[in-house]
């Protein structure tokens, strides 16, 4: 003999209170789950890993207009300062952002919904802010170093030796402009790759530190070109 109807029934209502309790599980935990997931990625952010958008030209040929560059931001934290050939990114000292051509922020004629989206992947560094004021530029001394234009071959010298330099944009010279450099302690010598589109150091050099940059001003080491997908590259202190 078969199942009695009315036990029948009672599983068929066990079960839907079952669905049920699913149900409201799913729509409590979700938003706690959001949340999470948004503070951890804020972490991620603050102390990481972050997202930073290249406006300018400056660090062509090695970072195009447009690329997305990851920035690791914990060496810092363990005392690990910047060396020479790292690229960095670093808040503007003071005036620096005016002399590199910069190009509108990256999805502004985007409708007000994408606007909006876009802003809260930026808070949490899943994509680069436009309202950050930084820069992107190769080390080229660091602080006890003295760093001159140029030696009779037209490179640049680091306390006296040539600096071999094949990241270099094609077509320009290290310098065009004749520069002698006593880094101060604590500070940064930094140039753009495409050395003939960037208002790098050698033009703030009347400015505090004699151009240099203040390192508690960097904000971490650029690492890798995560996008586009056909761009994609680690950055090291000799990139070919």
């Given amino acids: 003999a078969g199942p009695a109807p009315g036990g029948r029934a009672a599983r068929r209502r066990a079960e839907r209170r079952v669905r049920r309790r699913r149900r409201r599980s799913l729509f409590t935990e979700a938003p706690v789950l959001l949340a999470v997931a948004l503070l951890i990625a804020l972490v991620l952010k603050t102390f990481l890993v972050q997202a930073f958008v290249i406006p ?29 050939g790292d690229v960095v990114v670093f808040k503007d000292p003071g005036g620096w952002l005016a002399g590199d051509k910069e190009e509108g922020p990256p999805g502004e004629g985007d409708p007000a919904g994408i606007r909006a989206g876009k802003r809260v992947l930026s808070v949490i560094g899943l994509l680069p802010s436009a309202d950050e004021q930084d820069l992107i530029k190769r080390v080229v001394a660091v602080g006890g170093d003295t760093v001159k234009c140029c030696d009779a071959s037209g490179k640049i010298m680091v306390n006296g030796t040539p600096l071999q330099e094949p990241y270099i944009h094609p077509g320009n010279p290290p310098s065009e402009l004749k520069f002698e450099v006593r880094v101060p302690p604590g500070r940064l010598f930094v140039m753009g790759d495409h050395r003939s589109d960037s208002a790098d150091s050698r033009f703030h050099l009347a400015g505090p530190g004699h151009g240099t940059v203040p390192e508690d001003l960097v904000i971490g080491r650029a690492t890798v070109i995560a996008w586009p997908p056909g761009h994609w590259r680690r950055l090291t202190g000799a990139e070919e």
Avoid: Q, Y
Wanted: charged letters at 30%.
């Fill in 56 to 84: 300018s030209g400056s660090m062509e040929r090695t970072i195009r207009i447009g690329d997305r560059v990851l920035v690791d931001k914990l060496t810092p934290w363990f005392g690990s300062r910047p060396g020479r």
